[in-house]
Nanobody, 121 residues
């Protein structure tokens, strides 16, 4: 499973960096993705990255503010979140998949416990 961490309370305009660590020696799938789920809403795609990190995909709502990266030697992926907005408040989770272009959470597995991000106005 993949465990997300690094969430917390931050003011609007602030930054946070989330981490996603695999409990296995390697990630289950070559590509990784970040998703978020706000209270009362469905889980939504945030960003994804290919195995070597050469390709990535972002939701329009976070494009230009968030950056996904990975360090395979550390079995860790990151989500740098800048210029946070109250609408970014959600539980953020990471998961693995085959192709980084997948945005449907049903195409991902190895879900672990997410981390709560709260952005105050």
């Amino acid at each position: 499973q993949l465990q997300a961490s690094g969430g917390g309370l931050v003011q609007a305009g602030g930054s946070l960096r989330l981490s996603c660590v695999s409990s296995r020696r390697t990630f289950n799938g070559p590509s990784l993705g970040w998703f978020r789920q706000a209270p009362g809403k469905e889980r939504e795609f945030v960003a994804s990255i290919s195995w070597f990190g050469s390709s990535s995909l972002y939701a329009n709502s976070v494009k230009g503010r968030f950056a996904i990266s990975r360090d395979n030697a550390k079995n860790t992926a990151y989500l740098q979140m800048n210029n946070l907005e109250p609408e970014d408040t959600a539980v953020y989770s990471c998961a693995s998949t085959t192709l980084y272009t997948a945005t449907n959470p049903k195409m991902y597995d190895s879900w672990g416990r997410g981390t709560l991000v709260t952005v105050s106005s």
